[in-house]
């Protein structure tokens, strides 16, 4: 009997030091739970894995197919949407309020990238948020969706009259006058557009990323080309219909337009009072302007080169809102998820770096690193890239085969339009990079600066590289882009 109580007391022994470890273990972890708890108003549990370090939450999550699956599905749905939008703009342009007030189409390409910019920071900030799990409760759903629709509203109708005043200012030194009844209609038109636009895609885009979590996919993917899909249509088409409406009641009802743009004007104290009581929206409304507005004027010179190539080659048209928007929704994907990423990461400010030069290697990678590291960015940057030729070959072929556009798709014409998209996207997504981490570096907070910069750019060098594609098909005798 002693021998056998001899024999097991190691094993009562090894039990009770198992015991120990496993109540030391649980208490690890209720202590980490409670701190979290402590410092995330959410009450929202962490997940233990990835508080330990142990491997990345957005590693376990997402792969290859699931980043394209949830990319390439609403890139398609949001592709069709400005298939559309080209075919709209394909028609309206011999509409004859467009051939009358030619501003028009200067305005055009402003106000796409005005109302894409507005929409996509709003994805971005909301995006982060959410994954920040600040969205988790009816009321910081209700405060936050709320100061950010008042926000665009501000935005919109600022930056939507000073779109139209830069649009009049270009037509004046184009043709040496300006008509004050046009002028009148170029502004009021553009305040009607962009406040209605933005009220309609704001609510669409919150949606989107409230049904985003619950599915438990990353809004960043999602959201942007949802909203996209629907905007530029959305936009053009409020634009045809309001400026052609007013253009009908010049001579009996010369009030309206004027009134109109009053009516927009008063509402900006209300606006900017709502959403200078949100904490969340407060600092945009002060500091947002300037990444906007600029936007806007680069978007302006592209609306410059719209205007000069329709007049020589008319197929332009049907083609310009597609490849300026692919490479604006793919671009604000990568520039929305590098953001949320940062924000997760570190400070505002902080690159987790030990000296500058190691911030500046972070900063300033090369293309190869770019499209060929093995980091998640450069992991997404190759599948945005990998959509480029499938996506815009299931558009181009769409826009031929209901026959709006006055462009024959010659095996030419498709080699050069594609090189121009590969181009325009590789170089905004490689630009993304490298000034989101160079905003961050300084401080600025890329979800409400970096957008505006990238799509207006995008915008200027897609219309850019369309006209040089345009031109160089003309030179080598492929004359099905001419103009009539």
Known sequence: MEGSNHLQAPEKDAELNATHTAIEMLNAITTVVSEDNNENDNGKLPDIVAQAKVCNDDEIKETYFSITIQVFIPFLIAGF?????????????HWPVFEEITELVILIPALLGLKGNIEMTLSSRLSTQANLGHMDTTKQKISIIVGNLTLIQCQAIVVGFLGALVAIVMGGIKSNEVELDHAYILCASSLVTVSIASFILGLITAGVIICSRYCHINPDNVATPIAASLGDLTSLTLLSLASTFLYESIGEQDWLAPLIIAMYIMLIPLWVWIAKRNPLTREVLFHGWTPVVGAMFISSMGGLILDFMVSRFEGIAVFSPVINGVGGNLVAVQASRISTALHKEAELGELNSENDDEDDRKIFISPMTGFCGKDGHARTTRILMAMVIPGHLIFIYTIDYLKDGDTSLSSLFV??????????????????????????????????????????????????????????????????????
């Open 81 to 93: 949407g400005m298939v559309m939008a080209g075919l709209v703009l394909d028609k309206i342009q």
């Open 415 to 484: 080699v050069v339009y594609l090189l121009a998209a590969i181009i325009q996207v590789a170089t905004l997504l490689y630009v993304a990079y490298i000034l989101i981490h160079w905003m961050w570096k300084k401080k600025i907070d890329p979800d409400n600066s970096a957008i505006p910069y990238l799509t207006s750019v995008g915008d200027l060098l897609g219309i850019t590289l369309l006209a040089i594609a345009f031109q160089f098909l003309y030179l080598v005798s492929d004359h099905d882009v001419q103009s009539d």
